[in-house]
């Protein structure tokens, strides 16, 4: 049972564009809930990630909007660039105990020039 | 590199042969990580240690999977008579003692079982 759900699978930007990725969770145990970014051949790598007790978090073009009633959260991309080409990833965790991680299933990202 | 090192980083494996993933985490990093992951796939958890303790298991999918860290530090994943359902890249990721939240991840060991 996939426990985050990720939309779309696939996107395709423009440069200069805005990138949504979506992301749905139904554990209220999760309280932590980050951005993965993976090139291909490459493992992922944390770009931005936000706790519940904030509803937005933004460092530099990257952007997490939260929604806890909702049980939903999204990355935003501005100004999308040809370097921002790779997969995302969200992922959910409970921060007591051990905190593994649980993916979603991808979201490939293609800006073209 | 101060990184986590995952070696070998290509594996191919005749079904049924015994197969051993090496972990390198970052010096310092008490949680050790694997990770599955499925071509087109996000990452499934496989198991977690704290120091050499394996505190969470609950994802190898079967007895064939087994994983040890017994210095808490290096970790190895080994896979007894691999499936064609194994071939995966491993992923491995070590982080600080809990509530720092990252994951830093390895460039994992793809495995393909013919």
């Known amino acids: 049972q996939q426990q985050v759900k990720q939309s779309p699978q696939s996107l395709i930007v423009q440069k200069g564009g805005i990138s949504i990725i979506n992301c749905a969770y139904e554990n209220t145990a999760f309280d932590y809930f980050p951005w993965y970014q993976q090139f291909p051949g490459k493992g992922p790598a944390l770009l931005i990630a936000?706790?519940?007790?904030?509803s937005e978090k933004k460092e530099g073009r990257f952007t997490i909007s939260f929604n806890k009633s909702a049980k939903q959260f999204s990355l935003h991309i501005m100004d999308s660039q040809p370097g921002d080409s790779a997969t995302y990833f969200c992922a959910a965790s409970k921060q007591t105990g051990a905190n593994n991680l649980f993916f979603g299933t991808g979201t490939r990202l293609t800006v073209i020039p | 590199g101060a990184g986590v090192s995952q070696s070998p980083r290509y594996k191919v494996a005749k079904r049924g042969q015994d197969v051993a993933l090496r972990c390198d985490p970052i010096s310092g990093h008490v949680s050790l990580f694997w990770y599955q992951q499925a071509l087109g796939q996000g990452p499934e958890f496989l198991t977690y240690f704290q120091n050499e303790a394996q505190l969470d298991k609950s994802g190898l999918p079967s007895d064939r999977f087994f994983a040890e860290r017994p210095e808490g530090s290096v970790s190895t994943l080994k896979i007894q008579r691999t499936q064609q359902e194994d071939s995966a890249v491993y992923l491995c990721a070590s982080s600080l003692p809990p509530n720092t939240g990252e994951l830093f991840f390895g460039e994992g060991s793809r495995l393909t079982v013919l």
């Open positions: 936000i706790r519940p007790d904030v």
